[in-house]
């Protein structure tokens, strides 16, 4: 039942697909064990009157909302996305712009609170990317192009006081907590 419980809250609180690999490495479990809970999963969620179904394609899973709920959600997302940001998102664009490529967890320090849904949101807006780093096995965040544009800027250096918020010392030890306890020993 834990095993159900650790991939069930990993499925929740991701924005992209995990692979069975994937799960696998995060619960530190076998395959036979994270195929068969996600299948308990599958028919726990993929039941008529349910909010969140579980999706698989291949190798890959995911939580999703209810296709019965898809016109509700949609209209959700046309009016998060269309309307003006609100001062959470535009805190979070401001940190991914100054400090970018910035993953979501180190994004959470800095704003001491859940960040998925604006990033989410921000996504969609087309005013930051996300790539996935391959050594670190996270996702990171940037600003695009879009959001230049939509600035009126050539280069992310000529938003104002850039470097310096760019190496801002304080936001350096939030973010790097370790190394800053390491100095202090030195």
Do not use: W
């Not at 019965?68 to 401001?94: F, P, R």
């Not at 800095?110 to 969609?124: A, K, Q, S, T, Y």
């Not at 850039?162 to 190496?167: D, G, H």
Request: with cysteine; glycine share 4%.
């Amino acid at each position: 039942m834990l095993l159900k419980s650790k991939i069930e809250s990993l499925l929740f609180i991701s924005n992209q697909p995990f692979t069975i690999k994937k799960l696998v490495s995060l619960t530190k479990s076998d395959k036979d064990k994270v195929t068969a809970a996600i299948k308990e999963l599958s028919n726990d969620y993929n039941k008529e009157g349910r909010g969140m179904a579980i999706q698989k394609i291949g190798d890959k899973v995911q939580m999703v909302t209810s296709a019965d709920n898809a016109k509700l959600v949609k209209d959700y997302i046309k009016e998060q996305t269309t309307g003006e940001l609100s001062k959470a998102a535009l805190e979070t664009l401001t940190v991914i712009a100054y400090r970018g490529p910035i993953s979501k967890a180190e994004l959470e320090q800095v704003r001491g609170v859940n960040c998925g849904v604006i990033l989410r949101n921000l996504l969609i807006r087309g005013l930051i990317e996300s790539k996935e780093d391959k050594k670190k096995m996270q996702t990171s965040y940037n600003i695009t192009f879009d959001f230049l544009k939509f600035l009126g800027l050539n280069d992310q250096t000529e938003l104002p006081d850039f470097e310096k918020l760019n190496s801002n010392e304080i936001l350096e030890n939030i973010l790097k907590p370790e190394q800053s306890e390491t100095k202090e020993e030195d």
